[in-house]
Structure formats: structure tokens, C-alpha cells
């Protein structure tokens, strides 16, 4: 094996193929016993370097191009924004993945035929597709893709060994659900214009653009398209073929990059290079056959809507239609109550609850609960009753909202946040039979003494011969004036088993094997920010007595809002 290492600094890609000639060419005259015949070169690297300097100085080109690029690029995403499996930390490693590319040589052919009907070249219509794709999973009607040109424009540098390589940014528009004729179209005037100002070094555009500097990601754009179209490398030495050999470079320079190349027999070939930090391997894989199938959609016809092309399998479609949708099961009929017992049974002293710094286990829970319970059932409290809970997020809540529950009451949630009247209207309009609360919101709220509940420790069994009951009365409005909906203690535990199914999946999927035994505080729920109401706070208790997962709470809930549900997850 013949490993050739060359910095960027010393040569680019298109010198490559000029060293592998001259040293062949060397090989052969040193195996001949005579010394390599090199034409002497007509300008140098340095003669180059000192050209273009002046050219930009004196001419005002540099100017003039820097110009067309901030031009071209205002308004321009900054992020392209593709659904990662892995959290985008600044420090991650970067490592680099990759899988192959393969078309075949009949569609490659198709493909060049289509370039030519609209006077381009087989390079825009593959990053038309490239584009195309990276818009549909990054949910963006515009990307950015970078892509390196040779920079070699004049006759007399074309052979030399060095640095002439630039970077272009093209900016692809795939809004207004554009046809494959109007894609086609998008990318070879912006293609053209780009190649038109390609001497505009990339870091001084960098510069020039004053772009924001992340470390989670690369300036400008995030995803690179190199199309290499010198050809397959092979040379002799002596009597000995030689192939290229590609390496895996460690680390990834950018999100995702696809080359694609040239084989003899017509096809193309290449890899689709990820930042495996990012994406999983699995997921690049799926890109990967879109995007085949995406190049296969745009021969179909150029009237097509891109947005009509399907770019998923018949497989992937029944997974989504039919396999995601499959949910239902068999459920009995099993209250929270009855759930709890089983997980108090299970794991007594697994901890239950983390609230600020402290921690309750399952046992301490069901005591406390029990408590209120037969305080409850003392007070004549039973099926059908309600009893208003007034608290603010706190380990009393979820304890007073089992003690009610395992009394065989519904609850009914306030919060202490509300107004006054609001509050008093639905204590009379629910026909609460008890409020429990602190003192200190009571008096506050409503005014008043709160007595003192106590009572005994000892479990108190569910009702199981009445498994449908009213479980919850909560109060809500439309028109600003209150009425009460009520919800059966049943259907909470449905709603409760598929979401135990979801926890459970994704614990598997992590390779946990049951994730009621695996799950602990280290893995604690977090809990919503909203007031005690059924969709959130009893659901997240019962996760937590089904699944041995701990709710961390947290000091003072914030309302329930778009933003601060986006903090929480």
C-alpha cells in the first residue's frame, strides 16, 4: 500500500492526479536507468499567488465580488435545521460516518440527458436533488449547500501542484412547490452566477458577511456537495497497476456531505459522509434512499411537483400508515388506585418523589396517602363524592390526589393562582364536600380555620368492585363562566398504559429491558408546567407508580406555555 499524504497548503484535490503522473513518469525513467524528463513549468505557484494579489488590489475585483455574495446570501437560514438523533453539543467529537452512494449507469445517462435539454450540466440537476432533499428534512424552503471549484481558469496553472481550490455557497430555493423543470431552471442561474464570482476567497467572504461564530456548527452552511470529476485514479509503476484506495477521514467537517464521482462503466459512485455525533448510522441510510429515489422522481416528467415525488419505501409507508397507528390493546378495567398498590408492592422503596431536596419512596407515599384516605372515609366521603384539592405544586399534592382518590372521591383541581370569585364559584358550583389545602392559602383565598386531618397509616384497599367511578371534576369554561366535566377513573388508565407503552418503548430502545425495573432517579419524569389538572399532573403520578420513575418537581410552576413546555422537554 502506497499512502500519500499532501496538506492542503501544498495541493488540492486536482493536484493529486498531476503527482500521481509525474511519479509515475518518474518511476518508469529510474526503472529504465535514466532520469525523469519534466517540461519546465511556464509559471510557479508563487507566480500565481503574487498575480492574483494584484488583481485583487489593483482592480477592485475582490470588492466586486464580496459584493454579489452579500447580495446573494442576505436573508440567508443560518442553520440548516435537520432532525438530529443526538443533541447538538458544541463539544461532541465530530466523528466521521459514512455510507455509499451508488446510480446506476442507465439513470446517470437519463439524468445527463435532462441537464442538457435545459443547457447545464449534470452537477446542477444532482444538487438540485441534493437540495431538494436536505429542504424536506430540515423543513426549510431554502438551504445552503457548499461545494468546492477548482479554480483554475487559466491554461497555465492547470497542471501545477498547489492550492487553487475555493469554496462557493449555493443558495437553493425550493419554495412554492416547484416543479422538476422549475428546480432544474432555480439552480443553474444561481450555479452560473456563483461560478461567475468564485475568486472571492471563502474566508474572506467569512469575514466580509461578519457571520456569527458557533462552535455547535460551521459558518454559512452546514451541508457540502463535492462533485469529483476527474475520474477513476489509476497509474503503473513499472509492471504493477495501482487503484485508489478511499480513507475514512475521522472527523467529520461538516454535517453531512455527499460526493458523488464518475466510474468508467457510466455510473456514479460516492459517499454520503455525516457527522456521526449527529446522526445515527440507520438515519443517514434512510437519507440515502431518498435521496436515490428522489433522483429517479425527477425523470418521471419535468411537470412534476418535487413535493409529489414519494421518496419513501412501500416498507417505511406501511410502517408509518399501519405499524405506528397499531395501538390497540387489551385493557382491564384497573383503577389508579388498584396500579399504585401494584408498584407499592413491587418496589416500596424506590423513591417516588423528589421535591427540591427532598425524596419519598413509595412506601412513605402510600402511608401518607392512606392517612388522608381514612380521614376521608371518616368524614363520610365515597364514590361519587368530590373533594377540591387547592394546592400548589408540592409532594402534598400528589399525596393529597391519591389519598383522595384511594377514598373512592373524585378531585377537583384548583388553583390558588385564580381569583377569588372564581374559586368560590367552583367549590359551590362542583358541590365540593371537602377543600384540602394549606393554611396559609386558605386564609388567603378564602378566609377562614382549615382543620387539621389526621388519621391512620393503614393501607386502605381500593374498591374493586366498582372500577369505573368518577375520578376527576374539573371546571373549565369557554365563555369566562365555569362548568364542570367529569372523567371516569377507567379511561385515565388507558390514557395512562399508552403512555407507560411510549416510556417503555423508548427505554428499550435505549436498551433497557424493563423499564420498570431499570428506570430510577437518575431517569425522573419531569413534571409540566401547569396547575393539577387531569393531562398532566395525574398523569405524570400514575408514570411514576407504574413505571418506578421518580417526578422531580420543581419550586414554583410556571403556567403551561408553548415556551416553557419547549424548557421543560
Known amino acids: 500500500v502506497l499512502i500519500l499524504v499532501m496538506h ?6 486536482v493536484s493529486l492526479p498531476v503527482l500521481i503522473g509525474e511519479l509515475g513518469a518518474a518511476y518508469e525513467a529510474r526503472h529504465r536507468g535514466e532520469a525523469p524528463d519534466f517540461s519546465p513549468l511556464a509559471v510557479s505557484y508563487a507566480d500565481y499567488a503574487h498575480w492574483q ?35 447538538r ?39 438540485g436533488v441534493y437540495g431538494s432533499l436536505l429542504g424536506r428534512l430540515a423543513r426549510q424552503e431554502e438551504v445552503l ?45 444561481r450555479t452560473l452566477a456563483a461560478l ?21 456548527h460551521t459558518p454559512l452552511f452546514q451541508a457540502m456537495f463535492a462533485w469529483l470529476d476527474q475520474g477513476e485514479l489509476r497509474f503503473k509503476l513499472g509492471e504493477t497497476t495501482l487503484e485508489n484506495l478511499n480513507a475514512q477521514l475521522p472527523k467529520a467537517k461538516f454535517d453531512v456531505t455527499l460526493s458523488l464521482g464518475r466510474k468508467s462503466d457510466g455510473s456514479l459512485e460516492g459517499i454520503f459522509e455525516y457527522d456521526a455525533s449527529l446522526f445515527a448510522e440507520q438515519t443517514v441510510y434512510s437519507w440515502v434512499d431518498q435521496f436515490t429515489r428522489l433522483v429517479v422522481g425527477v425523470l418521471e416528467g ?15 409507508r406501511t410502517q408509518v400508515i399501519s405499524t405506528f397507528n397499531d395501538t390497540r390493546q387489551d385493557i382491564p378495567n384497573t383503577t389508579l388506585p388498584d396500579l399504585f398498590a401494584a408498584q407499592v408492592e413491587k418496589s416500596p422503596d424506590a423513591i417516588a418523589l423528589i ?35 387547592g394546592l400548589d405544586r408540592s409532594i402534598e399534592m400528589v399525596v393529597s390526589l391519591l389519598g383522595v382518590l384511594k377514598s373512592g372521591a373524585a378531585y377537583l383541581p384548583l388553583d390558588p393562582e385564580y381569583p377569588v370569585e372564581r374559586l368560590n364559584f367552583m367549590l359551590t358550583d362542583s358541590n365540593a364536600k371537602r377543600l384540602v389545602t394549606t393554611k396559609e392559602i386558605y386564609a388567603r383565598l378564602l378566609g377562614g380555620a382549615v382543620e387539621s386531618a389526621r388519621g391512620d397509616a393503614t393501607r386502605h384497599g381500593s374498591d374493586s368492585e366498582r372500577p369505573v367511578s368518577l375520578l376527576q371534576e374539573a371546571e373549565t ?65 400514575e408514570l411514576a407508580t407504574l413505571s418506578n420513575a421518580p417526578i422531580a418537581d420543581n419550586e414554583r410552576i410556571q403556567p403551561l406555555t408553548p415556551d416553557n413546555l419547549a424548557y421543560v422537554i
Open 477 to 541: 369554561s369557554s365563555s369566562g363562566v365555569p362548568f364542570s366535566v367529569g372523567a371516569q377513573k377507567d379511561h385515565l388508565s388507558h390514557a395512562d398504559r399508552l403512555a407507560l407503552g411510549a416510556l417503555g418503548s423508548a427505554s428499550l430502545a435505549s436498551g433497557r429491558k424493563e423499564p420498570s425495573d431499570n428506570l430510577n432517579a437518575a431517569s425522573a419524569i419531569p413534571s409540566l408546567p401547569a396547575t393539577l389538572l387531569l393531562d398532566d399532573a395525574v398523569l405524570e403520578a
Open 89 to 127: 453539543r458544541a463539544d461532541r467529537s465530530r466523528k466521521a460516518g459514512s455510507v455509499p452512494v451508488q446510480i446506476a449507469g442507465k439513470i446517470t445517462a437519463a439524468l445527463e440527458a435532462l441537464a442538457r435539454s435545459h443547457g447545464t450540466t449534470l452537477f446542477a440537476v444532482l444538487m
Open 8 to 13: 492542503h497548503i501544498a495541493g488540492d484535490g
Open 196 to 216: 461567475s464570482h468564485q475568486d472571492a476567497p471563502f474566508d474572506r467572504l467569512v469575514e466580509d458577511l461578519a457571520v456569527e461564530r458557533s462552535l455547535s
Open 355 to 389: 421535591f427540591e431536596d427532598e425524596e419519598v419512596s413509595y412506601r412513605d407515599l402510600d402511608a401518607r396517602a392512606n392517612q388522608l384516605a381514612r380521614y376521608l372515609i371518616a368524614e363520610g366521603i365515597g364514590p361519587e363524592d368530590i373533594v377540591a384539592i
Open 302 to 316: 419535468e411537470d412534476r411537483l418535487l413535493a409529489s415525488v414519494s421518496v419513501i419505501s412501500a416498507q417505511e
Open 145 to 189: 449547500i457548499g461545494f468546492p471549484v477548482a479554480g483554475r481558469d487559466q491554461t497555465e496553472i492547470e497542471h501545477l501542484i498547489g492550492f487553487f481550490v475555493n469554496t462557493l455557497v449555493l443558495r437553493i430555493d425550493v419554495s412554492g412547490s416547484p416543479r422538476v423543470f422549475d428546480l432544474i431552471e432555480r439552480v443553474k442561474e
Open 53 to 87: 494579489r494584484e488583481w485583487f488590489e489593483e482592480s477592485g475585483e475582490l470588492e466586486r465580488q464580496l459584493a454579489y455574495w452579500r447580495a446573494a446570501l442576505s436573508g440567508a437560514p443560518d442553520v440548516l435545521s435537520l432532525p438530529t438523533d443526538y443533541g
